[in-house]
């Protein structure tokens, strides 16, 4: 519930709030050990940092999804992949 709020305040880049949701989605993920949920929580609150300017925070979660491996969401690992890589060509 909390990564959808939070897709939909990144929408119209409302990113505090998109950040917030993400960040409220851990929590969840953690207790139920949802890998997939924390990765997309960890992938799509490190985008939201990165619009917000706090990019150390957002390079921890980033690399944190990636560490989940074979258990994260495909396309939550795709979209933290992306936003590393164009982090380290810049």
Same mark, same amino acid.
């Given at each position: 519930?909390?990564?959808?709020?939070g897709r939909?305040?990144?929408?119209?880049?409302?990113?505090?709030?998109?950040?917030?949701?993400?960040?409220?989605? !851990?929590?969840?993920a953690?207790r139920?050990?949802?890998?997939?949920a924390?990765?997309?929580?960890l992938?799509?609150? /490190? /985008?939201?940092l990165? +619009?917000?300017?706090?990019?150390?925070?957002?390079? $921890?979660?980033?690399r944190?999804? !990636?560490? !989940?491996g @074979?258990?994260? @969401?495909n /396309?939550?690992?795709?979209?933290?992949? $992306?936003? !590393?890589?164009?982090? +380290?060509?810049?």
């Amino acid at each position: 519930m909390h990564n959808a709020l939070g897709r939909d305040c990144a929408a119209p880049g409302r990113w505090r709030e998109a950040a917030d949701h993400h960040r409220d989605a !851990l929590a969840p993920a953690g207790r139920t050990g949802s890998t997939a949920a924390e990765s997309h929580a960890l992938a799509f609150l /490190g /985008g939201a940092l990165l +619009e917000l300017g706090e990019t150390q925070e957002a390079l $921890v979660c980033l690399r944190r999804a !990636l560490s !989940l491996g @074979d258990a994260a @969401d495909n /396309g939550a690992l795709k979209a933290a992949r $992306v936003r !590393l890589d164009s982090l +380290e060509a810049g």
